[in-house]
């Protein structure tokens, strides 16, 4: 593609992605640089970018990988309990009405953004990337380069985890209830 | 102790989510009907959905970032012009006028997309976006006549993965045009139709593949008298095969 449509296409898109790495970083100017970086790798490989294909997705993907190389990202992700979980199986426990639901029902929505905020990195971006960015599964895998049956796992256990934040913390990283 | 239910929560998840194929979806209905442990999970899952809504545009940028980003993207403008001077001056004045000319159709197009561009997002963003609400296609087909000056086939969805939601009248250079929304899984499609009059010719090249202008997917193409635009900011390929069913329907 010629770089003299990167601007026009590329720009619709700055809000979204400004939000989801302010989401991922949580800080502005982590955020800001975040997106910089993403502007400035898209517009170096914008002619490799085949018309046609998702813009979005890719600069989702773009964005997320230079998150996951930045110095933020490497202190946020520990991924390998999450992949050895994903190897196992996907097995996925039958639902079932906790307590934790009903008091879900109870409070606010801050209390689900503090939630998301406070979800670890591979369970906060699936989260952003399917309830937030509205990707579909397939946009989605070509983001984080899984099959959609990983999407479609790791997504039940985002969910899970968002919704029994203290249970379901792969990283065994403790959350204090008194923070959600 | 009630049966503890065997569904598949990520089943249940890619229903909410649109993911579901449809030939699941009447199976689901049927069982989230007479299962409450699936009732209640659905129940909890959309909460959870509303929840997150509020985290959609939560943080926003600063317009001095804003800027300085849009300075960091735009293309290097007009020092390409310089070459010319090197160039004997009949050549450069025919390069001048070539250039002048491509430039000039280059952005006539881009601003022919944008317009079209502007009335899906419209669309979008109306909170009443449908003068008529159907998902039938024997309903908006003659909903249209007598408000716009031309008839066109409405292709038969059913069954398949796009959902007709329903149409409006929209205008494009003062010409009257039908605007068909469709559904596909969170996304929304709109089919555009004008009449394609010679006196009128809209600035669209002949016709389009799919491709990307402005974050959204755009095919275009002309048939009997009529174009026809497709946009969405959905793949190439879905474009395409929502494409495809209008020209069957209207060949
Ligand atoms: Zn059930």
Redesign the interface.
């Given at each position: 593609m010629d770089?003299?449509f990167?601007?026009?296409?590329?720009?619709?898109?700055?809000?979204?992605l400004?939000?989801f790495a302010?989401?991922l970083t949580g800080d502005?100017t982590d955020?800001?640089d975040l997106?910089?970086e993403t502007?400035?790798k898209a517009?170096k490989g914008f002619r490799s970018f085949q018309?046609?294909?998702?813009?979005?997705a890719w600069m989702y993907r773009i964005l997320r990988n230079t998150f996951h190389t930045s110095r933020t990202g490497l202190a946020a992700q520990n991924t390998s309990s999450l992949e050895e979980e994903e190897a196992q199986g996907n097995a996925?426990t039958?639902?079932?009405?906790t307590p934790e639901?009903l008091l879900?029902?109870q409070e606010d929505?801050?209390?689900?953004?503090k939630a998301?905020a406070a979800l670890p990195v591979p369970y906060r971006e699936i989260?952003?990337l399917?309830?937030?960015e509205?990707l579909?599964?397939?946009e989605i895998a070509q983001v984080l380069d899984v099959p959609i049956g990983t999407v479609?796992?790791r997504?039940?256990r985002a969910?899970t985890a968002?919704?029994q934040p203290q249970k379901t913390n792969p990283l065994g990283r403790p959350i204090d209830a008194r923070t959600l | 102790m009630p049966v503890?239910?065997?569904q598949?929560?990520?089943t249940?998840?890619?229903y909410l989510?649109g993911?579901l194929a449809p030939d699941q979806i009447p199976a689901m209905h049927e069982h989230i009907a007479t299962c409450p442990?699936c009732a209640?999970?659905i129940a909890?899952?959309t909460?959870?959905?509303?929840?997150?809504?509020?985290?959609?545009?939560?943080?926003?940028?600063t317009l001095e970032?804003?800027k300085?980003?849009?300075q960091?993207?735009?293309?290097p403008r007009r020092p390409r012009l310089n070459v010319l001077r090197f160039i004997p001056a009949a050549l450069a004045l025919a390069a001048t006028l070539l250039l002048a000319f491509t430039w000039t159709q280059h952005s006539r197009r881009?601003d022919a997309f944008s317009e079209v561009a502007d009335l899906h997002v419209n669309a979008l963003a109306s909170t009443n976006p449908l003068d008529v609400i159907s998902t039938d296609r024997h309903t908006v087909k003659p909903w249209f006549q007598g408000r716009i000056p031309f008839s066109f086939n409405v292709p038969e969805l059913t069954g398949t993965e796009f959902t007709l939601l329903g149409g409006r009248v929209v205008y494009l250079h003062q010409q009257p045009g039908a605007q068909l929304i469709v559904a596909m899984?969170?996304?929304k499609i709109s089919v555009l139709i004008f009449q394609a009059s010679p006196g009128q010719a809209l600035p669209f090249p002949a016709s389009t593949?799919?491709?990307?202008?402005?974050?959204f997917?755009v095919e275009t193409w002309q048939s009997n008298g009529l174009r026809f635009l497709v946009i969405g900011?959905?793949?190439?390929t879905e474009i395409e095969r929502l494409a495809q069913s209008l020209k069957q329907a209207n060949s």
């Open positions: 770089p003299e990167f601007e026009q296409l590329a720009m619709p898109l700055f809000d979204q400004y939000n302010h989401w502005r955020a800001e997106v910089q502007y400035a517009l018309q046609g294909t998702n813009l979005r996925v039958a639902h079932t009405v639901l879900l029902q929505q801050q209390t689900v953004l998301l989260i952003l399917c309830e937030v509205e579909s599964y397939r479609m796992s997504l039940s969910r968002l919704r | 503890p239910c065997d598949n929560p990520i249940l998840a890619s989510d993911e442990q209640i999970e909890e899952l909460r959870l959905k509303h929840g997150l809504r509020a985290a959609r545009g939560h943080h926003t940028p970032f804003k300085k980003l849009q960091q993207v735009a293309p881009q899984r969170q996304h593949e799919a491709g990307a202008h402005n974050a997917t900011d959905v793949d190439a």
